[in-house]
Every structure is written in C-alpha cells, then in structure tokens.
C-alpha cells in the first residue's frame, strides 16, 4: 500500500454487562470487555455465540437489553449509529452498484456535507494508500472480490473516525486473498491508530491479526486474552479446542491409570507437543495416519480416548502399531472437571504422576 493518511488516535471500547434478549433467547449473556485504544481486537468465536450481535450493539446498531457500552469514556448506549463516532466494513461491502469506486468511497463524505476540496484530498490519499488510484472510474461489478474489499475498506476510513468495526469482511474471498488482506488490514490499522473490532469466526484470521482475542461461547466470555496466551494458557477446555489446528487432545485424567484422584479432571496436550519416547509416559495405539507432507498426523487411542499427535516423516508409524509417547513437561494442561477451568496449580502434581 501506498499514500498516506494523517495519523489518529482511536478511543476505547468497554462493555458492561452488556445483554441482548429476543423474548425468551439471550444471544449476549452479560458481557463485560474492555478493548483498549488504537488496539485491535477480534470477537472469535463459532456461529450463534453472539459475535455480530456484540459488534451491533457497539455500532448502535443493535438494542441494548441490558448494561452500558461506552465509547471514550462516554455512556453511548442509547445513542444512534450515527452519533458513535465510528465506521464499519459489512461481510456483504454493501457497495452501491451504480456508482463508480470514487462515487462509493466518498458517499458517506457526501451525505455529511463535506467539501468538494476536502473530499479530493481524502480520496486522493485513500486511493493511494488501498492501491485504488486507478481503478475509481470503474463500477464495482468490473472489480475482482479483492478489489472490492479495498473500496469498503476505503469508504470506512475516508471518514477518519478513531473506531472501526468489521463483521467476517474476508469471508467471500479465496484463501490467498483472504491472506493478503489480513496483511494489509493489519497493517493499515497499526499505520492510522484506529481502534479495531473485527468479527470472525477462523481462528486462524484472529490469532494473527489481532492484539487480543476475545473468545464467546453461547453469548458469554469464555476468554480475553492476547494470541499468544489464548493459546499457551486456554482457559477452559472449550478454549483449549477452538484456538489451534488440530485442535489440543484432552483426555479425561482417569485414562492414564497411574493418575491417583484423577476422576474429575481434564488433561490437556497439543498434538505438536507430543513426540516418539521409547518408555514414554503415555502408550498408544495408532489407528490412521494423515500424510502432511512435512509430518504426519496420527490418529491414535489410549485409554479408551481419541486423540491425534504430529509425528515428524523420518520416524514412520503404521496403522495398529503401539507406541510411546512423550511431551515437555510445560505442555501439559489440566482443566476441573466440574467448572472447566483451568487449574495450574495441578499441572506439576500430575505431570509428576505421569512420569513416575
């Protein structure tokens, strides 16, 4: 990207106990976060956990049940959209097919009455900046979904507002472009200083974009943290099997037989954690093998439960071999198993257990 913006400072986001109901259904279940200033944060999570209805109500967009969202330090609540002071990138980019990529960009300048002189520098600079500059005589149905994405993008920031909010923007487009977008909006975010709030539901999109992931099930926080720790240290097991691919093992602790007091409890390892250990502290039997090229991914079984482990191609395993594995002694996890969370303070105990 090219052209430049004058840089801005975005405002913070908290949500208080924030609640939408349709009569008897709670999509957002007293929701309490706070995204920082000029951060980017990504709502992750599956369809149905409340992600867009979250983004909704931060845009105005959506009716508040109950609790308070403030923008700036400001209760913004029963505020309009447009009295919010932000911009927003649909899944759809909403784009009117009739107007060239100029008309569109600068729509929303129009309607708030901006210079013609003012509206022509910003455009200038946009375009530059998303790559566009050639392309503002055509109409949308001439560009590629790349292309398109970059016109919302500019309709969204032309209007410099400090927060900006996007809901699955890169769901329609193909892999490698969906790549070469999270670079650039990630880039553009940090490069302006906007406060960012983007809905995805590919974990993928949110650990490698975002500065802090907050992750929904059912309408209610199950984890806000930074990438890095949402993966390192889940929260709950339901955390520990949507950040990663493949998705970390867990095993209920009674399937090692050696484990003493072990009933109500989960045990967690990733599958890249695990390696081939003559002796090893968990014996398995290998049921399929997925070829990945660079390792392999063994489907295995202990104890009665299934669960995979990334094995490198230079030691191959086959189908109904047993084998013996090993893992560090920080990759272990441990989950209760009556409230789910995590407990740290067993992970040595158990981890000891196992080696014994």
């Known amino acids: 990207m090219t052209g430049d913006l004058p ?44 992600k867009s209805t979250t983004l909704r109500m931060i ?32 899944q759809s980019y909403a784009l009117f097919p009739h107007l060239s990529v100029a008309e569109n960009i600068i729509f929303g300048l129009k309607v708030r009455r901006v210079g013609r002189a003012d509206r022509d520098a910003r455009l200038a600079r946009v375009a530059g900046l998303l790559g566009l500059s050639t392309l503002l005589e055509r109409k949308p149905g001439q560009l ?67 500065d802090q992931v907050v992750l929904l099930n059912e309408g209610r926080l199950e984890q806000a943290a930074a990438p890095r720790e949402l993966y390192e240290k889940p929260a709950s097991p339901f ?31 990733r599958p890249e954690a695990m390696h081939l250990q003559d002796g090893g502290p968990v014996t398995a039997s290998v049921r399929a093998l997925e070829y990945l090229g660079a390792d392999i991914l063994a489907d295995c079984v202990v104890g009665g439960t299934a669960f995979q482990v990334r094995l490198p191609t230079t030691k191959p395993v086959v189908p109904g071999q047993s084998i013996d594995l090993g893992f560090e002694s920080g990759a272990l996890h441990v989950f209760d198993g009556q409230t789910g969370r995590r407990r740290d303070d067993l992970v040595s105990e158990y981890g000891a257990q196992l080696r014994s």
């Open 144 to 210: 590629s979904g790349g292309q398109q994405q970059r016109v919302a993008l500019g309709r969204a920031i032309i209007g410099e507002k400090p927060i900006c909010l996007m809901d699955e923007p890169l769901s329609n487009l193909d892999a490698k472009l969906r790549h070469e977008m999270r670079v650039e909006i990630r880039a553009l975010q940090q490069q302006l200083g906007f406060t960012m709030v983007y809905v995805t539901h590919d974990q993928v999109e949110a650990i490698t974009m975002a």
């Open 239 to 269: 955390a520990a099997r949507f950040v990663g691919t493949p998705p970390m093992n867990l095993f209920p602790a009674r399937a090692f037989g050696r484990l003493a007091n072990a009933a109500e409890h989960q045990l967690g390892i």
């Open 7 to 50: 840089p801005r400072t975005g405002k913070p986001i908290q949500l208080e106990s924030v609640t939408r109901r349709w009569g008897e259904t709670t999509a957002v279940d007293g929701l309490s976060i706070h995204i920082p200033e000029g951060s980017f944060t990504a709502l992750l999570g599956p369809s149905g956990c409340g």
């Open 59 to 90: 845009a105005g967009l959506e009716n508040v049940s109950e609790g308070r969202v403030l923008i700036g330090g400001e209760d913004v609540t029963g505020r309009p959209s447009s009295k919010r002071d932000l911009s927003m990138v649909f």
